[in-house]
């Protein structure tokens, strides 16, 4: 899918990934652009924004990789090197350039520079390296970066060429703070609004819309949707942080998953700190609703997610809508309990409960009663737990190798219930931060993918 880049003459951005490597598995977000500018010689540099990205599938992310500074003109590429700039609190490991402002794409000379970075890393944090641009519930708070070009470079600018063909651009400093991410930008912002008690009452949203399908269209082939509810401390109004917080409803976004499955990816943002009340779902529900009258929805194929107290809403979708839901992703479980008569409405969606064998007892005896209660009408869980449970340091392959053996026994089994548990003390350094490694296991959403009416 193509980037959409800000149409800025000239700016300071922030990337992530390794250097020309291709844009695949990138998540972000757009919040506009402030920009400090100052005068070198005719020739104005602006701060444009900050571009964030998750850099690896196993951790929450939200890492700044790169700085993109756009020129008045062609900045060759062997004129600058890891040397010719500072960004406050990284280290500057190298330095490439092109004339398309897109992240990758390497070229002998350009108007853009891309400054690649790396944030020293502090042995105590490594592990849980987020929430670079996140102040907690409502609040967004973009990173501040502060860059210096440290010697004077020459351009190739047309009209403004000195004896020798160039113009020298001195050395300058500026600030960033805004941030510009692509995947999350190519998210459509939306707000859905119905009455309650003779009142206005609104929920912000996201959808993702599949490269071709921005119009809607009966002659397109229908597509699955992917229905993701996120924490309780992504809640509020800003109709960013659900997309930011990590890369749950990013990784169905992504290059690499859209080329394979692609979908639509629906995020609802609950207005306060919980999950699965009224009058939310109710806005959900009908948000949902609309937004399959509006696109060419696959009705067999309309999955649900939900992380921590999102599972309350994900749980309440699949119990409202339970004919149109053919699959369901429950991570970092903090439910409600469900009566005997709501397992029996939910019984044939096929669902995936995952959460920390010490995650705290009110979540766990949640994530317990779900599983009891579904035995206790004939649905039996297959369960990787106690000896069984997952070791959470496993990523990659082997943590892919866990989900199909658990896939496997469901099979023999022949039920459509899966319950996992991560050992003690394998997810650091928060128990509750399993669904970072659940929704990071390609095995587990190919899994979702496989699941039909």
């Keep these: 899918m193509k980037n959409k880049l800000y149409k800025v003459l000239l700016g300071v951005s922030v990337l992530a990934m390794a250097a020309c490597s291709p844009a695949v598995g990138i998540m972000a977000a757009d919040n506009g652009t402030q920009t400090e500018t100052q005068e070198t010689e005719n020739i104005t540099i602006e701060a444009v924004g900050a571009l964030n990205f998750s850099e690896t599938r196993t951790n929450q992310g939200n890492y700044i990789k790169a700085v993109r500074i756009e020129y008045s003109g062609e900045v060759d590429a062997s004129a600058v090197d890891y040397t010719s700039y500072l960004v406050k609190g990284y280290n500057v490991v190298g ?118 399908y921005e119009n809607g269209g009966a002659d397109l082939a229908s597509l699955p949707m992917v229905i993701y509810y996120h924490g309780g401390g992504e809640g509020g109004d800003n109709n960013i942080m659900p997309i930011l917080d990590s890369r749950s409803a990013q990784n169905f976004a992504t290059d690499e998953w859209q080329s394979e499955h692609p979908c639509f990816v629906l995020v609802p943002q609950n207005p306060i700190k919980h999950g ?87 979540r766990l005896d949640a994530s317990e009663a779900f599983v009891d209660t579904a035995s206790s009408i004939g649905r039996e869980a297959a369960a990787n737990v106690g000896d069984e449970a997952w070791n959470g340091y496993l990523t990659g392959y082997e943590a892919e190798q866990l989900a199909e053996e658990q896939i496997e026994l469901a099979e023999q089994m022949g039920t459509n219930l899966l319950y996992t548990h991560y050992q003690v003390n394998t997810i650091e350094p928060d128990c509750h931060l399993n669904y970072l490694h659940a929704y990071n296991n390609t095995a587990i959403l190919e899994w979702l993918f496989d699941q039909s009416k």
């Design 95 to 212: 330095t490439y350039v092109n004339n398309t402002g897109e992240w990758g794409d390497c070229g002998t000379s350009g108007k853009y520079v891309f400054v690649l970075i790396e944030e020293p890393i502090n042995t105590e944090t490594a592990m849980y390296k987020t929430h670079t641009n996140y102040g907690g519930m409502d609040y967004y708070t973009p990173p501040t970066l502060y860059i210096s070009q440290l010697s004077d470079i020459k351009v190739n600018e047309e009209g403004k060429l000195d004896e020798e063909g160039n113009v020298t651009i001195a050395g300058f400093g500026m600030e960033s703070s805004e941030q510009y991410n692509l995947i999350a930008d190519e998210f459509q912002a939306g707000q859905y609004t119905m009455q309650v008690d003779g009142e206005d009452y609104s929920i912000m949203y996201r959808l993702f819309v599949p490269e071709g």
């Design 276 to 362: 699965g009340e009224e009058p939310f779902m109710t806005a959900a529900v009908q948000l949902i609703q609309q937004v399959m009258g509006e696109y060419n929805v696959d009705q067999k194929r309309i999955y649900t997610m939900g992380t921590s107290a999102g599972t309350k809403s994900a749980v309440a979708t699949d119990i409202a809508m339970p004919d149109q839901i053919a699959g369901t992703l429950l991570a970092s479980a903090a439910m409600f309990e469900y009566t005997q008569e709501e397992h029996e409405a939910i019984k044939d969606i096929p669902t995936w409960l995952i959460t920390a064998a010490d995650e705290i007892p009110r």
